[in-house]
């Protein structure tokens, strides 16, 4: 193992560091700790104000002889002009093969982006911290995404009420769920821009509003003539889910360590699916189907004003309580991500990266066909419920909540496994492909004349196929590293939605004509090709590699603390 010397002196800088190169050799194939002593010894005996640090490299194999080279020249230790010219006192040593020819393995270089970078720069290291108040930051977030979510269903559960009160087809009550899906498309462009620039207290603060408004305009419409107020309504708050629906791992990285960033977005996760569930239960509650329209029009009345109280609780709390971010990073992934300067971060350029990023497309497009699975299931599950158990919609409710609540279970769990193995694609391609056998399952249990069964296989496709939400966004950080958490996701949602109209419409009609069954297989098929081309994504862990990297230089040989940079990180600046 070689070692490279940092050092800092206010004095003598290029004299000192040329002299520090010059004592690498001879202490180059000790272990870390005698070099520490050796350092240590150094620091008081070779020059007044000098500062020896160490840094751990992988071995350089030569082709020739295929054993470690120990004598590496000065010529391939250069000094690094440009860390000299950063900061007086700072001196920064870069690896890289040198000029004299000889071939040097892949494993010889520092793998932050797999084998093609070449080289690792030292940069101070940040101080990080974990804040307290990072749980009411995100609980609170949780319960806006929660409150926007039950508001996208609370129409589709119970659908067959609401075409008879509003006297509208099938289509019409979809389109109620679908414009969420529909509005986040156009939008979210725009949304992500506002994230970089504004940050993510405004962007949830926005939409929270939205959620607001949305939901007092809905009370207006309790009324048979008013579909269209309703629909303006739903507008509103689908508007609002542009400025949520990405936020989960935007927030976790911002906020959590490296150990529960996972988990917290897990937890964010959940906020939305719990919103789901409670859209699944209350409405069939709320809401019974009683012949007299004046007395469901109260009922529904009821509904609207719990959920607009709800809504402008919360968005009180956000103008109080949200703050922007800690004045400590948690991570230093988080604090090299900071370290770009805003006026040298281009959003365009980003979006080209990430559209540019390989393994990233096979996600999105994965993603997208996952997740637009679960919105046409969602949306559609009143009509899939009662086709083959008539006047059943109260337990079609509680099936929606069993879906739910079960992914609730499998996305902590998920987030859980995640923080604790780091086994970013072999977890995702797992629950990918058990999320194809629990829809296979499903659907063939929904002609047995057995409710229960369905309530277990369906509990079995939520564990699975909502488990898989938290995953793919953590998945998504992993590969664009240090590209905005927010537009990572934002690009995922965005291909959620469009496959989810497209799955919704489709499904919809095939169940129109072939029934169920047709339309569970339809689903089936896009979820076999997902599972196959998650099988196909190249697992680049850039942030994984940064943390790494900076957990290489413990605190007992880095008083100071040094860190190596990923060049990526230059990538981001223009």
């Known amino acids: 193992m070689y070692y490279i010397l940092e050092v800092t002196c206010p004095t003598l800088l290029s004299g000192l560091f040329e002299d520090a190169i010059f004592l690498l ?34 071995q350089n194999i030569t082709s020739k002889d295929n054993h470690a080279n120990s004598e590496l020249g000065l010529e391939e230790w250069p000094c690094s002009k440009a860390g000299i010219d950063s900061a007086l006192g700072l001196a920064t040593s870069q690896w890289n093969p040198g000029p004299l020819g000889r071939a040097i393995s892949s494993g010889s270089r520092l793998d932050i982006q797999a084998s093609q970078i070449e080289r690792a720069e030292l940069v101070p290291k940040t101080e990080i911290k974990l804040y307290h108040r990072r749980w009411i930051m995100l609980f609170l977030f949780s319960a806006v995404s929660a409150s926007n979510a039950f508001m996208w269903l609370q129409y589709g559960i119970i659908s067959n009420i609401f075409m008879r009160f509003y006297n509208i087809d099938s289509f019409a009550i979809d389109w109620l769920g679908m414009i969420y899906l529909l509005t986040y498309i156009p939008l979210i462009l725009p949304v992500l821009w506002l994230l970089k620039n504004r940050g993510i207290r405004d962007v949830i603060l926005i939409g929270s509003a939205f959620n607001c408004i949305g939901a007092w305009i809905k009370i207006g419409s309790a009324s048979p003539n008013m579909f269209l107020l309703t629909f303006l309504g739903q507008f509103m708050c689908s508007v609002g889910t542009v400025f949520i629906l990405g936020i989960p791992s935007y927030l976790a990285s911002v906020w959590f360590g490296e150990k529960e960033v996972s988990t917290a977005c897990s937890i964010g996760v959940v906020g939305n699916q719990l919103g789901i569930a409670i859209g699944f239960l209350v409405p069939p509650i709320l809401v019974p189907n009683v012949d007299d329209m004046d007395e469901l029009a109260h009922h529904i009345s009821i509904m609207f004003y719990i959920t607009a109280a709800v809504a402008t609780l919360l968005f009180i709390l956000v103008v109080c309580v949200f703050q922007e971010r800690p004045t400590l990073p948690p991570t230093q992934a988080q604090a090299t991500a900071r370290s770009i300067p805003p006026e040298q971060y281009s959003y365009t350029a980003s979006v080209l990266r990430l559209l540019r990023n390989r393994p990233f497309i096979l996600l999105i497009i994965t993603y997208g066909l996952n997740v637009g699975c679960f919105y046409a299931v969602g949306t559609l599950l009143n009509r899939i419920i009662i086709e083959h158990y008539p006047g059943e919609e109260v337990n079609a409710g509680r099936i929606g909540l069993t879906i739910v609540i079960a992914g609730m279970v499998g996305s902590l769990i998920c987030g859980i496994w995640l923080d604790k193995t780091k086994t970013y694609k072999q977890t995702t391609l797992a629950v990918y492909f058990m999320s194809l056998v629990g829809m296979i399952v499903f659907a063939a249990t929904l002609s047995l004349g057995h409710l229960w069964v369905v309530f277990i296989t369906a509990g079995a496709l939520g564990f699975f196929m909502t488990g898989y939400l938290p995953l793919g966004f953590e998945f998504a950080v992993e590969l664009t590293y240090p590209e905005s958490e927010g537009t990572s996701s934002g690009l995922l949602n965005c291909s959620a939605q469009v496959f989810g109209i497209i799955f919704t419409i489709s499904q919809g009609k095939i169940i129109d004509r072939f029934g169920t069954l047709a339309g569970n297989i339809f689903l089936c098929v896009f979820l076999l090709i997902g599972t196959v081309m998650t099988g196909l994504i190249k697992s680049d862990l850039r942030r994984q590699k940064a943390n790494m990297l900076a957990k290489a230089a413990g605190p007992s040989d880095y008083p100071n603390g040094s860190v190596a940079a990923s060049p990526i990180i230059e990538e981001a600046k223009l």
Not at 26 to 31: E, R, Y
């Open 25 to 58: 050799q001879p202490v180059c194939t000790l272990d870390s700790k005698l070099l520490a002593q050796k350092l240590r010894s150094l620091n008081t005996s070779h020059a007044p104000g000098a500062h020896f640090e160490t840094f751990k490299m992988p």
